[in-house]
C-alpha cells in the first residue's frame, strides 16, 4: 500500500486483537523528531521498525519502535514521494519526484541504491508474491507511464497507461495491479483508471475516472476502490470482470482504505458539506455498494488508515478542529461497531497514520513540526494457557469442503466444531492437519484480519497428509484464517487456548528439552514395548527423569512416531489418561517415515497421558516445559507478528552440525526479556537429515530431536525453545537449510 502527502501511511498490518487499544486509553506517548516535512512511511510489526519519508530534505529514517529512537537516516532523492516495503525481501522502495529515480534501501543495514525510471515519480507499490514494484510516473508533460522494476535485479521495464498516473496498488491474489491516472484536462475528462495483467504487463481495461486518487483493494473480495477527488464519488471496480460503478461520497474525497473482514470502505473527505467547517468519512458497504454512515471527523482529513482486527479506523485531520488552520492537527478514531469518535491531539499539519497493534502503537507523520506522534496505552496483554479436552474444530472434509488453491478461509473458532470455546480467548493452541489430492507448496495459517504473512505453517510437495502444532492469536471476532496454495481439505484440532492471565490460567514454566520416553527402549513404563496398533497406552509422565513437578496440569511435548518396518501409520492421537479417546489426531505418518510433532497436552488422572496409534509404531516423547499454577519463575505468552528470525538459504547457506542463533538481534528482536521462543522450524535438505535439535545457547546438547527428514522432504514443526540470553543452538544430524519462523515468547 502507498504513501503520499494526503494518503495513507503505510499499515503493513498483522494485527492482534487482544493489544486493541480503547479509545478512553489512547494519548500521545512520545513524540520523535525526525527529518524536514515528513508525510508518511511504513510501519513492520514483524520487526517493529517505522519507516519514515521526509519529503523536504530528502531523507528516510529508520525508528526502532522499542526504544522510540532513530536507528539511521538514508539520504534519498530530492522531494521523495512514496514509499512501500517488501517484507519479504526486506527492501524498501522511495520514489524521488525531483530526479526520476527510486531509492532501494536495505532494510536491515540502511544501504541504498538507486533505480532511474520515469519523469515525476509517485506513487509505489511492491507485489511481494512476483517481487515486482509499480512505480507512477505523472511526467513533466502528462506522463504515461509505470515504471516496474524487478526486485531480484533491479532492471525496469515500462508500461504505458492512461495521462498523469498518480496512485498504484496491487491486488497480489490475483496479480492485478491498478493505476489512477489524474489526466491534463480541467474537467477531468481525459481521467481514467488502468487495469493491468502482472503476468503480462499488458494493461487489459481503462476505466474512466475524475480526477481519481488513492486506491484501495479488499483481496478477499476481489473488489477495488478508488475516490475520485474532484466529483465526490468512488469508483467501484469488480477484479473479477472489471465492470465499474460509482457511489456518492462527501466533498473532495482525500483517502480510502478497505476493512477486508467487515467489508466496509471508509473514505475521508476533505469537507463534510459545502461550507468546510469540518471534515467527514464515508462508510461504505461493500456487499451493497451504498453509504451506510456519514462521520463528522476534524477539520482537512488527509488519510484514513484501518486496524482490522479492532475494528478502529483512524482518521488524520491537517487542520484539527480549527477550520482557520491555526491549531495543530489531530487524529480520531471511530469505532467501527458504533461509529463513536475519540479525539487525540497530534502535532502540526498531520499527513499520514500507520497502526502497529502488536505493539498497540500509532504513529502520525506532522509535515508541519518535523516530527512522529506515538499515540499509545496499555502494554501488550500476557496471556496464560486454558487446557481443554483435545477437540476437533473445522473439518472441511465434513464441511464447506477443500480450501480452493490461491485462496484463504475463515474459521470463527468459538463457533466451530462444538468443542466451547469461549470468545474470551487470545490465542489458540491448535493442530494442523492438510490432507491435499496432490501435492500442496504450502499452508500458512493467521488470525483473520492480519495481511497473510510472509512465513509458512506447513509444505506437503508430495501431497502426504501432514500435521504441524500452532499457536495462533485470536483474529477478528475469534478466527484464523488458512491459505493453501494448491487445492486442499483441512483439519483444525485445539487442545487448549491462551487467555488473559485469570485465576483460572496456566503459567508456563520452561524445562531443559529433556526426553521422557522411548518405547525403543527396554520394555518398562516409559520405554518399550512399541505401540500396538488400535491398543491404547498409557504413559506415566511424572515418573520421567525430566524434573516435571506433580503441580503440571499440561505439558509441550514433541512427539515423534517411528513406524515400525516403514509402513503406514495411519495416524497418533494423544489425550489426558482418563478420559475418553477424542476424535483427533496428533500426527501422521501416511509414508512411514519417521514423524515429528510437537502438542500441548492437559495431564490426565496421576498427571500420565494416553496414546493411540492407528498402526504399529514406535513413539519418542521429549519435554520442553510445563503449564501449572502461577508462582516463581512463572511466564507469559506474548504474541507478536510471525517474522523471519532465520532463513539460511538467503545467508550462509546449508549447514551440518551445530550453529547458534542469535534471535533477540535478528531483525525480529524479540523483547530482551524473553526466556523461550514459539517457532515454526522448517528444514529444507538437498538428501535424508537425520535429525534436528534446538536448545538453549550456551547448554549441552541434550538428547532431543525437534524433527526428522528422512526422506528428505521440506519438513516443518512447532518447537517451543527456551532461551538464557537471547539466542538459541540448532544441531543438524546432516546437511540441511533451515528456516525459524517465530510466532510468540515467553517471559515474565
Known amino acids: 500500500m502507498p504513501i503520499t502527502r494526503r494518503t495513507l501511511l503505510v499499515l503493513i498490518a498483522f494485527s492482534l ?25 511504513a510501519v513492520d510489526p514483524g520487526t517493529n521498525q517505522i519507516y519514515v519519508i521526509n519529503n523536504t530534505d530528502g531523507t528516510a529514517m529508520d525508528i526502532d519502535g522499542f526504544t522510540n529512537t532513530v536507528k539511521y537516516t538514508v539520504n534519498v532523492g530530492p522531494s521523495p514521494q512514496d514509499g512501500d516495503v517488501n517484507r519479504v525481501t526486506q527492501k524498501g522502495y522511495i520514489s524521488n519526484r525531483g530526479s526520476n529515480s527510486v531509492t532501494v534501501i536495505d532494510l536491515t543495514s540502511g544501504n541504498p541504491t538507486t533505480v532511474t525510471v520515469g519523469a515525476n515519480p509517485q506513487g509505489v507499490a511492491v507485489n511481494p508474491v512476483t517481487n515486482k514494484i509499480y512505480v507512477a510516473n505523472r511526467g513533466k508533460n502528462d506522463g504515461t507511464t509505470v515504471s516496474v522494476i524487478d526486485g531480484a535485479t533491479n532492471q525496469v521495464s515500462t508500461i504505458t497507461v492512461g495521462n498523469a498516473p498518480r496512485a498504484v496498488a496491487v491486488n497480489q491474489v490475483t496479480n492485478r495491479i491498478y493505476v489512477s491516472n489524474r489526466g491534463s484536462s480541467q474537467d477531468g475528462s481525459d481521467s481514467s ?21 488513492s486506491i484501495a483493494v479488499n483481496p478477499l473480495t476481489n473488489q477495488i476502490y478508488v475516490n475520485n477527488q474532484g466529483s465526490n464519488y468512488v469508483t467501484i471496480i469488480d477484479g473479477a470482470t472489471n465492470d465499474a ?28 458539506d459545502m461550507n468546510c467547517q469540518s471534515g467527514s468519512v464515508s462508510v461504505i458497504d461493500g456487499a451493497s455498494d451504498s453509504v451506510v454512515q456519514t462521520v463528522t471527523v476534524g477539520v482537512q482529513p488527509a488519510s484514513v488508515g484501518v486496524d482490522v482486527p ?15 488552520c491555526l491549531s495543530a492537527g489531530t487524529v480520531t478514531m471511530i469505532d467501527g461497531a458504533t461509529y463513536s469518535t475519540t479525539t487525540v491531539n497530534v502535532g502540526t499539519s498531520p499527513q499520514g497514520v500507520a497502526v502497529n497493534p502488536v505493539t498497540n502503537r500509532i504513529y502520525v507523520a506532522n509535515y508541519g513540526s518535523n516530527n512522529v506522534s506515538v499515540i499509545g496505552g496499555a502494554s501488550a496483554t500476557a496471556l496464560q494457557f486454558v487446557a481443554v479436552t483435545p477437540c476437533r474444530v ?53 488470525p483473520t484480519g492480519e495481511d497473510q504473512p510472509v512465513v509458512s505453517t506447513m509444505n506437503s510437495l508430495d501431497g502426504r497428509v501432514k500435521a504441524n502444532a500452532a499457536i495462533v492469536p485470536a483474529g477478528y471476532q475469534g478466527a484464523v484464517s488458512v491459505f493453501v496454495s494448491n487445492t486442499s481439505d483441512v483439519v483444525l484440532d485445539i487442545d487448549g487456548y491462551f487467555a488473559p492471565v485469570s485465576n483460572s490460567t496456566l503459567a508456563f514454566y520452561p524445562l531443559t528439552p529433556c526426553r521422557v520416553a522411548d518405547t525403543r527402549n527396554p520394555n518398562g513404563p516409559l520405554g518399550g514395548p512399541y505401540l500396538s496398533g488400535g ?109 523471519r528470525v532465520l532463513d539460511t538459504r538467503n545467508g550462509n547457506g546449508q549447514f551440518s552440525g551445530k550453529i547458534v542463533v542469535d534471535v533477540v538481534d535478528s531483525v525480529c528482536g524479540p523483547s530482551n526479556l524473553a526466556q523461550a521462543y514459539v517457532f515454526n522450524a522448517t528444514v529444507v535438505p538437498p538428501a535424508p537429515l537425520g535429525y534436528l535439535t534446538l536448545w538453549p545457547d550456551g547448554g549441552t546438547q541434550p538428547v532431543v530431536s525437534t524433527l526428522n527428514a528422512l526422506d528428505g522432504a521440506i519438513t516443518s514443526n512447532m518447537a517451543i525453545v527456551p532461551t538464557n540470553n537471547g539466542s538459541i543452538d540448532a544441531f543438524a544430524s546432516n546437511l540441511t537449510q533451515l528456516v525459524l519462523d517465530i510466532s510468540s515468547y515467553f517471559a515474565p
Open 535 to 643: 491398543v491404547p497406552r498409557d504413559f506415566p509422565i511424572l515418573q520421567s527423569n525430566c524434573m516435571i513437578p506433580n503441580s503440571a496440569q499440561a505439558y509441550s511435548f514433541n512427539f515423534t512416531a517411528v513406524p515400525r518396518n516403514g509402513n503406514p501409520l495411519g495416524y497418533l492421537t494423544v489425550w489426558p489418561a482418563g478420559q475418553s479417546q477424542p476424535l483427533v489426531s496428533t500426527l501422521n505418518a501416511p509414508t512411514g517415515t519417521v514423524v515429528a510433532n510437537a502438542a500441548i497436552v492437559p495431564a490426565g488422572t496421576g498427571g500420565d497421558i494416553d496414546v493411540f496409534a492407528s498402526n504399529d509404531s514406535d513413539l519418542v516423547i521429549d519435554v520442553n516445559g510445563y503449564f501449572a499454577p502461577t508462582g516463581q519463575g512463572a511466564l507469559s505468552l506474548y504474541p507478536v507478528a510471525p517474522c
Open 394 to 446: 473445522v473439518d472441511t472434509r465434513n464441511t464447506g469442503g477443500p480450501i480452493p488453491g490461491g485462496t484463504s478461509r475463515n474459521f470463527l473458532v468459538p463457533q466451530e466444531g462444538g468443542c466451547n470455546i469461549p470468545t474470551t480467548a487470545a490465542a489458540y493452541s491448535l493442530n494442523v492437519t492438510v490432507v491435499p489430492p496432490g501435492p500442496l507448496g504450502y499452508l500458512t495459517i493467521w
Open 193 to 213: 483508471i488502468s487495469v493491468i495483467d502482472g503476468a503480462t504487463s499488458t494493461v487489459i481495461k481503462t476505466i474512466p475516472a475524475t480526477f481519481p486518487n
Open 245 to 272: 460503478s460509482n457511489v456518492t461520497v462527501g466533498f473532495n474525497p482525500q483517502s480510502i482504505a478497505a476493512d477486508q473482514v467487515t467489508n466496509r470502505v471508509y473514505v475521508a473527505n476533505y469537507c463534510a
Open 17 to 41: 486483537a487482544m493489544t486493541s487499544l480503547s479509545g478512553l486509553a489512547q494519548q500521545v506517548i512520545a513524540t520523535i523528531p525526525v527529518g524536514v516535512g515528513p508525510v508518511g512511511g
Open 310 to 324: 479492532t475494528n478502529k479506523i483512524y482518521v488524520v485531520n491537517q487542520c484539527g478542529n480549527d477550520p482557520n
